[in-house]
C-alpha cells in the first residue's frame, strides 16, 4: 500500500513540473498591445498637428542653425502638461501653455492668410519659453528665450522669416532664395528674474 501511494505522489510531481513548463497561448487581457513604435509627447508633435505638416524647416544659415537649435531643443523633449485654446478651419488659430521639465512656456500659433495679413506666409509660430532653476542658497532663477517664425505650411512649414532673443542675443532673419540673411546684435543680459 505505501507502494502505491510513493508511486502516485511520483507521478503527482512530474505531472506538476511538466505542467509549469506548458506555454499557455494569450488570450483576451485587458493589456492593450502596440505594433508600432511609441515616443512621449512633445511640442513638435502639437505644431506638426496643428499646421498639418512633416517638420519645421529653416533657411541655411547661421543664425537659423541657431534658431533651429534652440527650436529642437525645447520641442522635442516629452511635454509635461499642457492647456490652451484652439479653433479648426482653414484659417485657425491655437494658444498654448506648456510645462517641460523644468521649462514653462507659451506657443501661439496662425495659419491663414488673412490672419498674418502677409502675401509671403500663411503661418506664424511664436513661442516664448523660460527655464527655471533654484540652486540654495540663492533665490530661483529664470532666463528665457523668444522665437518668432513665419513662413508657408504646404508639407513642410517653409520659415521665411523670423526673430529669436535670449538674454544677451536679437537676431533676426529673412530668407532670399533659401538663404538666411542674418542680423544680430548682442547687448548686456536683460530679462532674467531672480
Known sequence: MKYEYLVIATAGI???LLALNIKIPGGLTGAATID????AYTLHNIVQNFYGIYDIQ??????TQIAEQLYLDLAMQPMTVTSGYDTNGNERVATLTFGIDRHIGIADMVKGR????????D?????????VVRIPPDPVRMTFYNMELH???TGNFIVNRGSFSTPTLDCSFISVRGIAQCQCETHPQQGIQE
Open 36 to 39: 508600432e513604435e511609441t515616443h
Open 151 to 153: 513662413g508657408t505650411t
Open 114 to 121: 488673412s490672419l498674418t495679413n502677409d502675401p509671403e506666409s
Open 123 to 131: 503661418s506664424m509660430l511664436a513661442i516664448h519659453t523660460e527655464t
Open 14 to 16: 512530474i505531472i506538476f
Open 58 to 63: 529653416f533657411p541655411k544659415g547661421t543664425c
